[in-house]
């Protein structure tokens, strides 16, 4: 008996799908509700959505990820494996469950991260080969955004305004992510700028050292260009 070698499916780049990627403090938030809005005065059907979560599965395994507490049960941390094993259980109901029905009916969605972000802080934070990511990608996922807007920011930026943001808007601190060192999230942004490099036609790079509405309207530029030139 021979052994039987099954094929990964290649990934589907699907032109009404958008993320935003990037560091802690990056103010992805701020441009989503902005490419939210702008697609909506434009007539779309839009749904916004987030990484880990997007259901209420993926939710609760969001608790799991980000809290080292869930139901007032304190949990061991997850290894590097298991982190990213529920990423992308999580991430494999999401695009089942919200995404792909989505985009089916001819919506646009976006979202606060996606399979990128393994990439960067599963794999270049956590150092997991990227070929065992890829192949989880494939396997799990099979899909990909025709459009990735990553915003860019230097750690001591980023975290400078995180610990803002807390302070301002009465925030629960950071979570078991956002507490990992400063050499962590170096490799974190070098990974993903890695990423852009790799995918210039798909991941585009937006300088978020600028102020809220210049990243806001430079991202909101990008999505009309490429909605301009077909999708990709």
């Known amino acids: 008996m021979t052994d039987t070698v099954v094929a990964a499916n290649p990934l589907e780049r ?41 259901t209420p599965l993926a939710e609760r395994i969001r608790d799991l990820l980000l809290n080292v507490a869930v139901d007032g049960v ?12 529920l990423m992308f259980a999580a991430r494999a109901q999401h695009v089942r469950e919200t995404i792909r029905p989505a985009l089916e ?14 990439y960067a802080y599963q794999g270049g934070g ?13 396997r799990v996922v099979g899909l990909q955004p025709g459009l990735t807007l ?29 507490r990992e060192r ?12 890695d990423r ?11 300088d978020a050292t600028q102020s809220a509405s210049e990243v806001a309207a430079d991202a909101v530029a990008i999505l009309r260009m490429f909605i301009a030139r077909g999708g990709f």
């Open 126 to 138: 956590r150092g997991i080969d990227p070929v065992f990511i890829a192949e989880l990608e494939q």
């Open 14 to 54: 699907h032109p009404h799908f958008v993320s935003l990627e990037g560091g802690e403090g990056a103010g992805k938030t701020t441009v989503l509700n902005a490419l939210r809005d702008a697609l909506q005065q434009a007539g779309h059907d839009v749904v916004s959505t987030r990484e880990p979560g997007g």
């Open 196 to 206: 852009a490099r790799m995918a210039p036609d798909r991941v585009r790079v937006i």
């Open 182 to 193: 400063d050499d962590f999230f170096e490799k974190v942004r070098r990974a993903f700028l």
């Open 74 to 85: 304190q949990h061991e941390p997850p290894t590097a494996e298991t982190e990213l094993l």
């Open 105 to 118: 009916r001819g919506a646009w969605v976006i979202s606060d991260r996606f399979t990128d972000s393994s």
């Open 150 to 178: 990553l915003l860019d920011l230097g750690v001591a930026q980023g975290r400078e305004r995180t610990r803002g943001r807390d302070l301002a808007f009465g925030g629960q601190g950071p979570d078991r992510i956002e």
